[in-house]
C-alpha cells in the first residue's frame, strides 16, 4: 500500500486515485495545481498538511484508518469537511445521480414502469440522506462547536452547561443510522433486474455514480463515527462529569471510547412497516420466482410478505412458524438476493412479478 505524503506533487495524488478529485476540492483546492507539492498546496490554501492527508489516505485505502492520528485534530477542523463533505453530496452528487435518471427515462425504451420505479425508490432516498444531513448540519454540528467552545473556556458556568444540555453526542449515537443501506439496494436492483438497452451506457453512468457516492458516505459515516462522535463524547465527560472523567482517565489514553456500529439488517422497525396499509396478496405470483430461483419457497412467501410490509409477528402467525424461523428465513433472504433494505426488497419484488402494486395500496 503506497500511501500519498506531503513531498508529493498535487498531480500525482490525483493520477494515484482519480476519485480523490471531488475530496480534494472539499479543502478549497481546484484543479490547476501545476507541478506543486501537496505541502506546498496545503500551505497556500492554509490547510492543516497532516489532516489532508490523513484524509485521503484513510479514503484511498479502506484498511488505513487512523483513529489515534485523526482523534488528534482539532475537532472544529473535522466537522468543517464533514459539512463541506454535506455540501458536495447537497449540490453535486446527488443532483447529478437525479439528471442521470431523468435522462434515463428520458431515453430508455425499456419497461418505463419499471424505471420509475428505480426513481420512485432514489427520490425516498434522496429524501431520507437531505433529512439525515439536516439534523447533523442544524443539531449535531453547533452543537459540537459548542461544546469545544465550552470545554475550551476556563471556567465554564452551570447555567453555560445548562444550554447544552438538551442534546447529547449519545443521542447522536442512538439516531445515527446507515444511509448507505438503501443506496446498496437501489446499485444493486439496477445492477441484477433492470434490463437495459441501447442506454446501456447511460445505465453503466448511473451505477458508477451510485457507486461514487457510496463509497464516498461510508467514508464520511467512518469519520462521524469512530473519530468525531468519541471525541465530543470525551470533551463531554470533562464537562458534565469531571470528576469521573479525571478518574477514568488517569494513568491512560482518554480517547478510547469504541462506537462500532451494530449493522442490523432484518429486523423491521414499526415506523418502516404501517402494515395497516397493505393487503396481503392471495398468491405468490409465479411469474418472478425464476429471479429468485436461490430462494426457497418458504422464503419466497417470506419475502412476499416483507415486501408488503408486515411485521415479522404477523408473517409468523400468517405462516403458522416461528418468529425465530421467520427471523433465520429473513436473514437468508437478504444474504441471498443482497438487498438490505424493506424498501429494497419491495421494489425488488415489484420489479420481479413477485407482488403487484395493488397488494401496496
Ligand atoms: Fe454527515
Ligand atoms: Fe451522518
Same mark, same amino acid.
Given at each position: 500500500? *503506497?500511501?500519498? +505524503?506531503?513531498?508529493? %506533487?498535487?498531480?500525482? @495524488?490525483?493520477?494515484?486515485?482519480?476519485?480523490?478529485?471531488? @475530496?480534494?476540492?472539499?479543502?478549497? !483546492?481546484?484543479?490547476?495545481?501545476?507541478? &506543486?507539492? #501537496?505541502?506546498?498546496?496545503? =500551505? =497556500?490554501? *492554509?490547510i492543516d498538511v497532516d489532516f489532508f492527508l490523513a484524509i485521503i489516505n484513510a479514503y484511498s485505502h479502506e484498511h488505513y484508518f487512523q483513529e489515534k492520528k485523526l482523534q488528534t485534530f482539532n475537532v472544529l477542523i473535522i466537522v468543517?469537511?464533514? =459539512? /463541506?463533505?454535506?455540501?458536495y453530496y447537497i449540490e453535486a452528487q446527488v443532483p447529478l445521480i437525479e439528471k442521470l435518471l431523468n435522462n434515463l427515462l428520458r431515453k430508455s425504451s425499456v419497461d418505463i414502469k419499471q424505471l420509475r420505479l428505480i426513481k420512485k425508490f432514489f427520490l425516498e432516498y434522496k429524501q431520507e440522506?437531505?433529512?439525515?444531513?439536516?439534523?447533523? $448540519? !442544524?443539531?449535531?454540528?453547533?452543537? #459540537?462547536? %459548542? !461544546?469545544?467552545?465550552?470545554?475550551?473556556?476556563?471556567?465554564?458556568?452551570a447555567g453555560e452547561k445548562r444550554a447544552l444540555s438538551k442534546y447529547s453526542m449519545h443521542v447522536y449515537e442512538e439516531?445515527?443510522?446507515?444511509? $448507505?443501506? &438503501?443506496?446498496?439496494?437501489? /446499485?444493486?436492483?439496477?445492477?441484477?433486474?433492470?434490463?437495459? $438497452?441501447?442506454t446501456e451506457q447511460l445505465y453503466q453512468e448511473v451505477i458508477f455514480e451510485l457507486f461514487r457516492l457510496e463509497k464516498d458516505i461510508l467514508d464520511h459515516t467512518r469519520i462521524e463515527d469512530n473519530i468525531l462522535l468519541p471525541l465530543v463524547a470525551e470533551m463531554e465527560d470533562a464537562l458534565f462529569y469531571p470528576a469521573e472523567h479525571s478518574k477514568r482517565t488517569a494513568g491512560k489514553n482518554a480517547l478510547t471510547r469504541k462506537?462500532? %456500529?451494530?449493522? !442490523? +439488517?432484518t429486523e423491521v422497525k414499526p415506523s418502516e412497516s404501517p402494515q395497516a396499509l397493505y393487503r396481503i396478496p392471495s398468491h405468490i405470483s409465479k411469474t418472478g420466482t425464476q429471479q429468485f430461483e436461490e430462494l426457497t419457497k418458504r422464503e419466497l412467501e417470506v419475502l412476499q410478505l416483507v415486501a408488503c410490509g408486515f411485521l415479522n409477528k404477523q408473517i409468523a402467525?400468517?405462516?403458522s412458524i416461528s418468529l425465530h424461523t421467520v427471523i433465520s428465513?429473513? *436473514?437468508?433472504? +437478504?444474504? /441471498?438476493? =443482497?438487498? *438490505? +433494505?424493506?424498501?429494497?426488497?419491495?421494489?425488488?419484488?415489484?420489479?420481479?412479478?413477485?407482488?403487484?402494486? %395493488?397488494?401496496?395500496?
Open positions: 500500500m *503506497k500511501l500519498f +505524503t506531503p513531498d508529493m %506533487k498535487m498531480a500525482d @495524488v490525483i493520477h494515484g486515485n482519480y476519485l480523490l478529485m471531488p @475530496v480534494i476540492n472539499r479543502f478549497g !483546492v481546484s484543479l490547476g495545481v501545476g507541478e &506543486k507539492t #501537496v505541502r506546498a498546496v496545503c =500551505q =497556500q490554501h *492554509k468543517d469537511y464533514l =459539512q /463541506k463533505t454535506h455540501r440522506l437531505l433529512n439525515h444531513l439536516e439534523r447533523e $448540519d !442544524v443539531t449535531t454540528f453547533p452543537y #459540537v462547536r %459548542k !461544546v469545544y467552545r465550552l470545554f475550551n473556556t476556563s471556567h465554564p458556568t439516531e445515527h443510522n446507515n444511509v $448507505d443501506e &438503501k443506496l446498496y439496494d437501489l /446499485k444493486n436492483i439496477l445492477i441484477k433486474y433492470i434490463r437495459s $438497452d441501447s462506537m462500532a %456500529k451494530t449493522f !442490523v +439488517t402467525d400468517k405462516l428465513h429473513r *436473514k437468508n433472504i +437478504t444474504r /441471498k438476493l =443482497q438487498i *438490505k +433494505t424493506i424498501a429494497g426488497l419491495t421494489v425488488c419484488a415489484l420489479l420481479n412479478g413477485l407482488i403487484s402494486p %395493488k397488494n401496496l395500496t
